[in-house]
């Protein structure tokens, strides 16, 4: 297979290390691996080692600059490449007129909170897949585009390599944004709740049991609006446990969250779940899950995920006191979750993945 990769960046950060990482893992699995960068680019010599391929360089504007497609169309043509991959939303205009133009398949990908402007969400929708590397990056895509073509990958710098005073500061800095006290127990839940019903039934268990528990819920309305809504809150005010669960749209920083949390409860089908679900385990959060949950074949049952039958809210409300009763069990738990989503987190692992989406395409 043959494709191009773009991205307009000039500086080295943690998405263009994603990218030469990337490009290193395709390359290994046999793919001609080519790059279109800007003049003056700092990481060229980086991707060219990564990928085997002296990266071309080319005066890329970004947005929908007919100048800089045109560029890229001409070196899709001259190679032969099957996919254009742009990895910056400045650059997927200018990459989907590119692939209209050679005949290549798009496939966009999104690494940050940052928002998808005017031009990028026109053009993007005419790629073949989009891929989120990350549960943040998966809601932008979602909201701009829907989930129908949505693929989450993790990227290589999810496992957080934070010290142990890091994960302290962003544990504290949490806690006193959203006002949650130290005694607090933390229960954090990402994803759109379908059913939602489930986790709050949950909640008032686990509440009951231990009443400091604070459950914060993150996106948890992505799959209901109005009704859905209303029938969680009236559900909390029935429970009387308004001072127990916070309810927010999304966050930016998962990491802040994660370091505050005690626990990571997955009850959702959403693709972008999975995503969240790994970096709960690569920052050493135990997971708890429904088995007909999203974690399919990441899920450890019973050494990185407590996993109970759909349907089941006593269950799950088991298994969340038995890591809230248990810190060895907790510690043990948080250790393996941490080691197995280093393991998924290879080159190998994340090649073979983008490969199947780049097979989908040209298929």
Known sequence: MRLLQISSAVMLGDTERHICDLSSGLSAKGADVRSVLPVGCEWKGRLAAASGNEPYEAKLRGGADVISAFRIAGVAR?????IIHAHLPRDYPSAAIAAKLSGASLIISHHSSAPVGMFSRLTARNASALVA???????????????????????????LERTEEGKR??????????????????????????????????????????????FVVIGWASEGDGPFRRRLRRLVRVFDLENNILFLD????????FAAASAFVVTSSSGTADLAALEAMAAGVPVVAVRTGPSGDLIGEGKTTLVSDGKDPVALAANILRLASDKEDLSGIGNSARSFAEEMLTKERIADSTLKVYEAAIA
């Open 78 to 82: 001259k190679i032969g490449s099957e």
């Open 133 to 159: 590397t990350s549960y943040v990056a998966g809601q932008v895509l979602a909201e701009r585009f829907g989930r129908e073509r949505l693929t989450g990958i993790p990227g290589f710098g999810t496992v």
């Open 169 to 214: 500061d962003f544990a504290a800095g949490f806690r006193h944004e959203y006002g949650i006290g130290e005694e607090r127990w933390v229960v954090a839940a990402v994803g759109g709740l379908s059913p939602g019903d489930d986790l709050i039934l949950a909640a008032n268990e686990v509440i009951r049991e231990l009443p400091d528990a604070y």
């Open 250 to 257: 999304k966050i930016d920083e998962l990491d802040h969250l």
